[in-house]
T-cell receptor
């Protein structure tokens, strides 16, 4: 089992540039989550999808952030234009829908983004 | 508002026992999770509690009191590899996970 796959693992870019982060969830998982983690704010949920449909994007900081899930095996998080305050580790996680209505989230290795 | 409180940092000795507390105030409750996160790595699932009481899994146990809005993670026979951050997360009435800031556990020989 490959687990959740994210790319790139590290990204260094300059302010104003577009950044695209990619995620492949675990096959068969119905839910996909995008998180951002910083020392100051901890782990923050940005958006999550259920069966490829965005359910809650209230955590997306502003219009510069957008996320898509065109199919069950791929999702992107885009920042355009990027700013230094976007520097963080971005995690993608997926989870199955199980009976009993509880599920654990499986996290990818994260993308460490640095915006100069 | 929704709030989860954990100590920022704790220190313990190899071979000892440590208890990491978590208190929460959320809109509704549909379970509490503990995750472990080593530095530079992704969080990994440790335990889940939805009913009051103690859940034991090897050296790790997790306790929940819903009436008190309180949980703890108990780590026994501490090993150096247990040095990590421990994240408490509560699922609210909308099944959203609300995350604590995490407790950094430092294990000393």
């Amino acid at each position: 089992d490959a687990g959740v796959i994210q790319s790139p693992r590290h990204e260094v870019t300059e302010m104003g540039q577009e950044v695209t982060l990619r995620c492949k969830p675990i096959s068969g998982h119905d839910y996909l989550f995008w998180y951002r983690q910083t020392m100051m704010r901890g782990l923050e949920l940005l958006i999550y999808f259920n069966n490829n449909v965005p359910i809650d994007d209230s955590g997306m900081p502003e219009d510069r952030f957008s996320a898509k899930m065109p199919n069950a095996s791929f999702s992107t998080l885009k920042i355009q234009p990027s700013e230094p305050r976007d520097s963080a580790v971005y995690f993608c996680a997926s989870s199955p829908t199980t009976t009993g209505n509880w599920f654990e989230q499986f996290f990818g290795p994260g993308t460490r983004l640095t915006v100069l | 508002g929704q709030n989860i409180d954990q100590p920022t940092e704790m220190t313990a000795t190899e071979g000892a026992i440590v208890q990491i507390n978590c208190t929460y105030q959320t809109s509704g409750f549909n379970g509490l999770f503990w995750y472990q996160q080593h530095a530079g790595e992704a969080p990994t699932f440790l335990s889940y509690n939805v009913l009051d009481g103690l859940e034991e899994k090897g050296r790790f146990s997790s306790f929940l009191s819903r009436s008190k809005g309180y949980s703890y993670l108990l780590l026994k026979e501490l090993q150096m590899k247990d040095s990590a951050s421990y994240l408490c997360a509560v699922r609210d009435e909308d099944y959203q996970l609300i995350w604590g800031a995490g407790t950094k556990l430092i294990i000393k020989p």
